[in-house]
């Protein structure tokens, strides 16, 4: 793996957060102030502009811009960068008066008022005109100051418009796609159910409130539209800023699992990944454990975007939100464990929102690095500043890359079109849960795991991971066949390639394309459970284990497997069984004793496949017997701890989490321990939410 610098200028991981003096022009006390206190905290860059546009141009055609040069001259003068971010994440009064059709239309077909965030018609012309008019005045004005080291398009891009505007452009998009061939559609859609063929692509609405919404490719086709026109918006900015600038990297703010756009399309765009990272932190229906993984799983779902470069946690909270149901503060040390698993899991920032927090309007309460309170010495700034001085120290690692040896396929068509469904349970069908558990017991077995596309290259992984991969893009049959093939281990599970990527289910058995060949069985029915109701898959001996002497800490006795949700009720009596050995079988019910879990050889590798929604722990024996197979290292680890690895040119950096309050001892660390400063070898005993990160080269 290469190292792959991204900010040369930072010593160390970025350290910064969102700015906006804007709101204190009238201050400059406290502009001097924050200076001063951003380098007590060892901030070195600071997120400028997100939302000055009526700051910029006040009213149209005027434009005001000496306050921000001065800014950005101040901070670069006390060596503090600055990410120049577009206005376009909010529009000025003055525009939506004079050129309503900026304002988006909602689900009901009506327009909105003038107001908020967000909320753009990303169809318009006239607004895509007045973003082209502000930014380039904006770089005119800024382009060329060397503090400015990354552009950050407009603000955590989402929604939909249902304008006249965006259903012309959807009636466009969906023309181009099929050929102009209206015939062609209505096949793909299946629309001569319920008579709903359709005479010309004119006919054509999106899923109105109160109209069409039981055509399934239609749906998805919608939201693949929307995120289509979202990206197309944002290349507009990005071609502006390109021509301008072209050596300044671009990225723009995702959140974490959205679920109204495919991220990877506009992750194309980017030279960066970066997120906004707020998880429900101390609550009250899960461990600190199990949020802290569900938030590896976000970083490693957005790292995998771009795998041979870091990414950037763009925004996080210092001490709460104001937007959660419930905003508990960040507890004591929470601040440190919560940043440097972001750092573990490959990110080469520690951003916040917001330096300040702001006297008025929404989000006054929204923590900051700056309470109201003025203070420096507050617990909050204290733990802000000690991780600074951590951060750095963190020079080496800058540029490293995780190299995981597996991966967990994740989708967003796929989550749509088990969305939309009609059928299975409507409140257990938990696509994303399922991704995030198969992750889970990954991360439990010491594996870093990246979160991947069905059609992303699989050839680096030993191990990959489908879960309930309901739609198969074209290709992905084959790609999965030469991954196996070729060595490769694949776990796939119930619900796999029912559908293609028109959600037309597949003839002959599924899972369909080449897949029924490759995993030997054939899914001929899907039980859904009630939520109470329950099977069990009992396990032959040796199933957890790939031979019997494996000393692992692992049980390679027979075990049995809670089933919840979900059971296939799967045939092997095709030409294709020959070989498959059956891992599981269920244990009541009409399917009693037959086959739930299944491995086949194949070529050089195994398809395994996994027909019932199956307990944690049996899922991490399966992992641990596929690892084996390929022999990847793994080890059981201790309760609520975390293991990550990031490398280059042969140097590795191991990050070891304690998250939990409980001090554990994780064994067989080796490797000089860089912020404690003393050379480990044997065990390694974390306090509370302790972090260490071990040079392990
Ligand atoms: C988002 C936005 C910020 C701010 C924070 C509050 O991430 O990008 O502008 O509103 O939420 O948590
Ligand atoms: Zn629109």
């Known amino acids: 793996m290469n190292r792959n610098i991204l900010f040369p200028q930072i010593k160390g991981i970025m350290h910064g957060g969102d700015y906006n003096p804007e709101q204190w022009l009238d201050r400059p006390d406290i502009l001097a102030e924050d200076i001063r206190l951003m380098k007590k905290a060892g901030i070195n860059s600071a997120t400028l502009g997100v939302f000055s546009w009526s700051a910029y141009e006040p009213v149209e055609g005027e434009f005001h811009f000496d306050w921000l040069v001065k800014i950005i001259d101040e901070l670069y003068s006390n060596g503090i960068y600055t990410v120049m971010a577009t206005p376009s994440g909010a529009r000025p009064a003055w525009l939506d008066e004079k050129y309503p059709e900026a304002m988006r239309v909602d689900k009901r077909g009506l327009r909105a008022h003038h107001g908020v965030r967000h909320n753009h018609c990303m169809s318009s012309p006239a607004y895509r005109e007045k973003v082209s008019v502000i930014l380039n005045r904006l770089i005119e004005a800024v382009g060329s100051h060397p503090g400015i080291i990354m552009w950050h398009i407009s603000n955590e891009f989402g929604g939909e418009c249902y304008c006249p505007l965006c259903v012309k452009r959807f009636q466009n998009y969906l023309a181009d796609k099929f050929d102009h061939d209206i015939d062609k559609l209505n096949k793909s859609w299946w629309t001569a159910f319920w008579s709903h063929n359709y005479n010309d692509f004119s006919q054509i609405e999106p899923p109105f409130e109160g109209g069409e919404y039981s055509i399934m490719g239609l749906n998805l086709e919608w ?8 990206t197309d918006y944002m290349k507009h900015e990005i071609s502006i800023i390109k021509k301008a600038t072209p050596d300044i990297p671009v990225t723009t703010n995702f959140m974490q699992m959205y679920y109204g756009l495919d991220y990877r399309v506009l992750a194309k765009e980017l030279d960066v990944v970066c997120w906004d990272s707020y998880p429900r932190l101390h ?9 802290m993984e569900l938030t590896a799983f976000d970083n490693a779902l957005l790292r995998s975007m771009k795998k041979d470069k870091p990414f950037m946690l763009m925004e996080s909270a210092p001490g709460l939100v104001n937007w959660h149901q419930f905003n508990k503060l960040k507890r004591p040390g929470i601040h440190k464990l919560f940043s440097l698993q972001a750092v573990a899991c490959g990110s080469d920032t520690v951003q916040y929102f917001q330096w300040r927090k702001g006297r008025g309007s929404y989000e006054q309460y929204h923590g900051a690095v700056l309470d109201h309170l003025g203070r420096d010495d507050t617990r909050i700034f204290k733990e802000v500043e000690e991780l600074g001085e951590i951060l750095s120290q963190l020079d080496e690692v800058q540029g490293s890359v995780v190299n995981s040896k597996a991966a967990v396929i994740f989708d967003w068509d796929n989550w749509w079109a088990i969305d939309d469904m009609m059928g299975l349970g409507q409140s257990t069908k938990k696509y994303v849960e399922t991704c995030v558990e198969a992750y889970r017991e990954l991360l439990h077995l010491g594996i870093d795991t990246d979160v991947i596309s069905s059609t992303d290259d699989l050839s680096g992984y030993s191990l990959v991971v489908a879960p309930m991969l309901y739609m198969l893009q074209p290709g992905v049959g084959k ?10 281990q694949l776990a796939a599970t119930y ?14 058995g599924f899972p369909g394309d080449v897949l029924k060949e490759l995993f030997g069985i054939v899914s001929e029915e899907i039980d859904t459970l009630y939520p109470s109701d329950r099977n069990k898959v009992i396990f032959a001996a040796g199933s957890g284990s790939v031979s019997d002497d494996d000393t692992r800490d692992e049980d390679h006795g027979s075990f049995c497997a809670e089933v919840r949700d979900y059971a296939e009720v799967l045939r092997t009596d095709i030409a294709d069984s020959c070989g498959l050995k059956v891992l599981g079988t269920y244990e009541s019910d009409y399917y009693a004793g037959t086959p739930a ?10 398809a395994c496949y996994i027909g019932a929604r199956t307990d944690s722990d049996a899922l991490r024996k399966i992992f641990g017997m ?15 701890t975390e293991y990550h690895s990031r490398e280059y040119n042969g140097r590795k ?20 321990d860089i912020l404690n400063k003393f050379t480990i070898d044997g065990s390694l005993t974390l306090g509370k939410y302790g972090v260490a990160i071990i040079d392990e080269q």
């Open 223 to 230: 939201k693949r539209f929307t995120t289509w026109n979202m």
């Open 283 to 291: 609550n009250d229906y899960e461990t600190l454990a199990d949020t």
């Open 479 to 488: 790609s999965f066949t030469e991954f196996v093939k070729n060595g490769g």
């Open 495 to 508: 619900l796999t390639g029912y559908v293609d990527d028109n959600t037309l289910c597949f003839l002959n």
């Open 597 to 606: 879990v299944a491995v086949k050889n194949y070529g050089k590798g195994n």
């Open 626 to 640: 596929l690892l084996d197979k390929a022999g990847v290292l793994h080890r059981k680890m201790p309760k609520n």
């Open 653 to 672: 950096f191991g990050f070891f989490l304690n998250n939990s309050e409980e001090t554990v001892t994780i064994s067989g660390v080796r490797g000089y």
